[in-house]
T-cell receptor
């Protein structure tokens, strides 16, 4: 069964550095998403992306965050200048269409030192 | 804003039924979802229900939806030790592009 893949599984970065988290969505899916889960807290929505544009974003998704689909298969989340509070598990998801079930990757654990 | 609440913990014996409950606030949600998370793994879609349905059955899983009370439940029949995991319910927003998750219910199945 097709799945969403995320790399790396664990990323350790110094505070203030830029980090790029990578995702390969399911190939015939058109909508892409990023969520995060800070340890002990709920899974929180960050952003949704369709047709090379952001379609929805949360208050968390401020100017230090950006998303990109650099080619036909990858979907990336960039955090420009990381803070300690960015430490979390970041999940990528994709869906075939709006309102269709979102399928999640295994996540990237981001640790900011 | 939308809010989804779940109890934190449920413990059952192997072979019993498990019922995990969830309440949500957005009455305009068209779909409600159940995801399962095993240790170190991502969120696995288990099942979902359209808001105009009361019940959906999928093998050992039964989803009940009470739209009036905004209450969703997941029943797992004949619970096995492999069902031990965290279960998240989630609602979709009106635009269909954002999930709001509950805090997750940790299910422990004792042999």
């Amino acid at each position: 069964e097709p799945e969403v893949t995320q790399t790396p599984s664990h990323q350790v970065t110094q505070m203030g550095q830029e980090v790029i988290l990578r995702c390969v969505p399911i190939s015939n899916h058109l909508y892409f998403y990023w969520y995060r889960q800070i340890l002990g807290q709920k899974v929180e929505f960050l952003v949704s992306f369709y047709n090379n544009e952001i379609s929805e974003k949360s208050e968390i998704f401020d100017d230090q965050f950006s998303v990109e689909r650099p080619d036909g298969s990858n979907f990336t989340l960039k955090i420009r200048s990381t803070k300690l509070e960015d430490s979390a598990m970041y999940f990528c998801a994709s869906s075939r269409d709006i309102n269709q079930p979102q399928h999640f990757g295994d996540g990237t654990r981001l640790s900011i030192l | 804003g939308e809010d989804v609440e779940q109890s934190l913990f449920l413990s059952v014996r192997e072979g019993d039924s498990s019922v995990i409950n969830c309440t949500y606030t957005d009455s305009s949600s068209t779909y409600l979802y159940w995801y399962k998370q095993e240790p170190g793994a991502g969120l696995q879609l288990l099942t979902y229900i359209f808001s105009n349905m009361d019940m959906k059955q999928d093998q050992r899983l039964t989803v009940l939806l009470n739209k009036k009370d905004k209450h969703l439940s997941l029943r797992i029949a004949d619970t096995q030790t492999g069902d031990s995991a965290i279960y998240f319910c989630a609602e979709i927003n009106n635009a269909g592009n954002m999930l709001t998750f509950g805090g997750g219910t940790r299910l422990m199945v004792k042999p």
